[in-house]
């Protein structure tokens, strides 16, 4: 045997003894201990606000909340709303290393520093500033404005300055990123963007206010809405120009047709409420992006919250997503008072968008079991009152770039991040995109509930991507390497579940399954566990959000 040969072998075996220390647990000298901030009392004094609201809340509409969850239940929320994927067998072990006390922050903590979290939340936020479309050919690099975008968020970079950015920036959008928010929306054949479009993009995004029909006409339900007003607002991007040097601030007037003399028409630039905070200094967008951003503008930090809320729960906080009541919330409006109670404390942080994810990750009601346990010990019916008031974590489907993360992350037992070899990578990203495209995606209002579809059950039941993930390939999948390496049948079960459902077998389920796998040879052995994994990968328990 060659010098070549003996070190191939070589690498295989510590490739094996790698995977082989992660399938039984044997990997103690793996921990990772990452420093996270501690809890100062302004961060533990609304932790304890928002925990009272709710207790209050419940307490008055005479119900009693789930359980605390375990805390892999907990780790799947947290890696599913940040990174769109499960945590790998790997990262469960390590995890579980961690001393009881402090695990969820430690993970919170390792999820912050992760790439794949900013990359991710990244392309959340893009689709509420942006859309998912291509935009104007040549003026327009989304990849680019998702890059910048991340390494903002990677940076922990003050929210209220990437916005400001948004809103004001000039230059080239290849050399300045963020002015793509303004470049997306450019008119074909003209050298100016729709000041239209990027005005309801302002207002949905970053101020959580939906008044698109003022567009039109003035609002039917809500006189502050007027037609003239959305198009004072609107003004602040009529002389935003786009030249040789990229976007730039034209001197001309903004002027709209009206629509009953016919005739061009002036519009004078103005907000749509608290003018008192615009500042006086600047160019029109500068201003706009000082009044949208300004701490006492409470709007900005409430949409903001209830954005963040909804990514970590799949629910709003406040409902709908994009349309937040501007007044003082009423005693009785328990979601409002705790969405004012978040918002004053991200907008006093400084608009710290790490330390807004750690303050919800940190509450009682993040932490909540997705069902209701009954005084036996034994799963219950959750009422419609429960389900309602936040006394149990929501319910909700995953959307589909979370089911193939997960998908993608399950069948391998070391995690799939930015230390894989890039092969690996290459052919998540592939299976990514083709899974979504035949999956559906909902575009730039994911965040909205929405129900599966046949089709979809169809795509995980007789799918290539299942089907190629869970037959019998030890280069593959985990299900062929698990049989391979796993000790016992009850160790292999165990692993099998900890791979896709980030738990343990109940008694019952690691009895029914070992048996299933006891007796047969290796290669029966492998088929079995295949399908054990294959059964996993479509059951309900794995394409839920819980």
């Known amino acids: 045997m060659g010098t070549k040969d003996l070190l191939l072998v070589a690498i295989c075996a510590t490739g094996l003894a790698v995977v082989a220390s992660i399938v039984v647990d044997a990997g103690g000298s793996r921990r990772n201990h990452l420093p996270f901030p501690p809890r100062d009392a302004a961060f533990q004094g609304t932790v304890e606000r928002v925990d009272h609201t709710f207790r209050q809340a419940w307490q008055s509409a005479g119900v009693s909340p789930s359980v605390r969850a375990a805390d892999l239940a907990i780790a799947r929320r947290l890696s599913l709303s940040l990174t769109g994927t499960i945590p790998s067998l790997e990262e469960i072990r390590r995890f579980e290393q961690q001393p009881a006390e402090g695990r969820i922050d430690w993970w919170l903590a390792r999820l912050l520093a992760d790439r794949r979290c900013s990359d991710y939340l990244a392309e959340r936020f893009a689709r509420a500033y942006v859309g998912v479309e291509d935009g104007p050919f040549l003026l327009y690099r989304r990849r680019r404005f998702v890059a910048w975008l991340s390494e903002s968020i990677h940076q922990n970079r003050p929210y209220d300055a990437v916005v400001r950015d948004l809103i004001a920036d000039t230059g080239l959008w290849t050399d300045r990123p963020a002015t793509n928010f303004i470049t997306v929306a450019m008119i074909p054949e003209t050298n100016y963007p729709d000041p239209d479009k990027l005005a309801v993009r302002v207002c949905r995004s970053m101020l959580g206010l939906r008044i698109d029909c003022a567009q039109c006409h003035d609002h039917p339900f809500d006189d502050r809405w007027t037609q003239r007003g959305f198009q004072s607002l609107a003004a602040y991007f009529g002389s935003t120009e786009q030249g040789l040097s990229g976007i730039y601030e034209a001197k001309r007037p903004y002027k709209v047709e009206d629509y009953k003399s016919g005739e061009q028409v002036t519009i004078e630039p103005d907000v749509p409420f608290d003018g008192h905070l615009l500042p006086d200094e600047g160019t029109l967008r500068q201003r706009l992006a000082g009044w949208v951003t300004h701490p006492d503008n409470r709007a900005f930090a409430r ?5 963040m809320w909804t990514l970590l729960f799949a629910r709003p906080l406040v409902e709908p997503l994009d349309d937040i009541p501007l007044g003082e919330p009423r005693p009785d409006q328990p979601e409002q008072i705790v969405l004012d109670r978040l918002a004053d404390e991200f907008a006093g942080s400084g608009y710290d968008l790490h330390r807004l994810i750690r303050l919800i990750a940190a509450t009682e009601v993040f932490r909540l079991e997705s069902r209701a346990i009954a005084v036996s010990g034994d799963a219950a019916e959750l009422t419609d009152v429960q389900l309602h008031s936040w006394a ?25 991040d930015y230390h894989s070899h890039i092969l690996r990578r290459i052919i998540k990203v592939i299976g990514q995109q083709e899974f979504v495209e035949r999956y559906g995606d909902v575009g730039e209002n994911e965040l909205t509930s929405g129900g599966g579809t046949i089709p979809q059950r169809l795509l995980m039941l007789n799918g290539k991507l299942v089907d190629e993930r869970t037959d019998s ?7 062929t390497r698990i049989a391979m390496l796993a000790p016992t049948d009850e160790s292999a079960v165990e692993t099998a579940y900890l791979a896709v459902l980030t738990r343990r077998p109940t008694t019952a389920e690691s009895g029914y399954f070992t048996e299933q796998l006891t007796g047969p040879e290796e290669d029966a052995r492998s088929d079995k566990l295949g399908d054990l994994y294959w059964a996993l990968l479509n059951s309900s328990e794995f394409s839920y959000h819980h």
């Open 473 to 479: 390939n030890p280069l593959m999948n985990a299900a």
């Open 392 to 416: 149990a974590f929501p319910l909700t489907r995953l959307r589909p770039e979370q089911v193939v993360g997960g998908l993608l992350q399950s069948v391998s037992l070391t995690t799939v």
């Open 303 to 307: 949409a903001t919250v209830n954005r």
